[in-house]
């Protein structure tokens, strides 16, 4: 499901709230000039996780404001990648982005005045069979970013039909269903600690060890689409 409508059609979170939120009288779209509640971010297509949204204007403006600020959020994921990362690293690099073809390109020095700077943080929580789960931290806020700058260094995410590898895709689809990419949001918090809304897992300090993840994927508690749950607890539970 999307975040946000992609075109008219669509049925997205946006939507449901909006329905949940008139359900308890809480949302009145009869009313002619009464704020409208929406999401304020965006997840990529293919991205599950955390989504923040607001109830009332001055929360939407905020919270708007602070996303455009740079260092302003701490946005961390949970990706399952091709190859075995045995250290954590900080990439940093210029990203372009096709608008006809909705695909970017990333580089290693800027080539244009299109080209926008970026930089994923990531560090391993797993490794297994040549795959590795990583807990990743979205630095700049880019379209596609960590998927493409994940495949551009040799770690394509599991699942990505965009960025993925075609191979291990369809190994991921075929024995366990896969159909989207590994890859989910599991905390945003301001960068004070203050307002945090984050998932369990993180709370709980998910990554610390392989252990804490291996309970949280068995346990079902991440909400990813069918397959990646089970594909994950099969693969780094293995001794």
Known sequence: ML???????????????????????EYHPEQPGEFKPGVVNRLDRNTSGLV???????VAQALSEQLREKNSFEK????CVKGEVREAMRLSAFLYKDKSGNRVCIR????????????TAFRPLAIRDNLSL???????????QIRAQLAAVGHPIIG?????DRTENSYFMQRYGLKTSA?????????DG?????????????????????GTLSGGKLKWEPGTAAAFADLFSRS
């Open 3 to 25: 975040s946000q409508k992609a075109t008219p059609r669509d049925v997205s979170v946006n939507e449901y709230m909006l329905g949940y939120l008139a359900a308890k009288g």
């Open 52 to 58: 923040l949204a607001a109830k009332s204007l001055a």
């Open 76 to 79: 961390f994921y949970l990706a």
């Open 108 to 119: 290693k020095t800027r080539e244009s005045e299109e080209d926008r700077e970026i930089q």
């Open 134 to 144: 990583l807990e990743v931290e979205l630095l700049t806020g880019r379209s596609h």
């Open 160 to 164: 990505d039909p965009k960025y993925g």
């Open 183 to 191: 890859f989910t949001r599991i905390s945003t918090a301001l960068s």
């Open 194 to 214: 203050r307002g945090c809304a984050q998932t369990t897992e993180r709370k709980n300090n998910l990554g610390n060890t392989s252990r804490t993840v291996l």
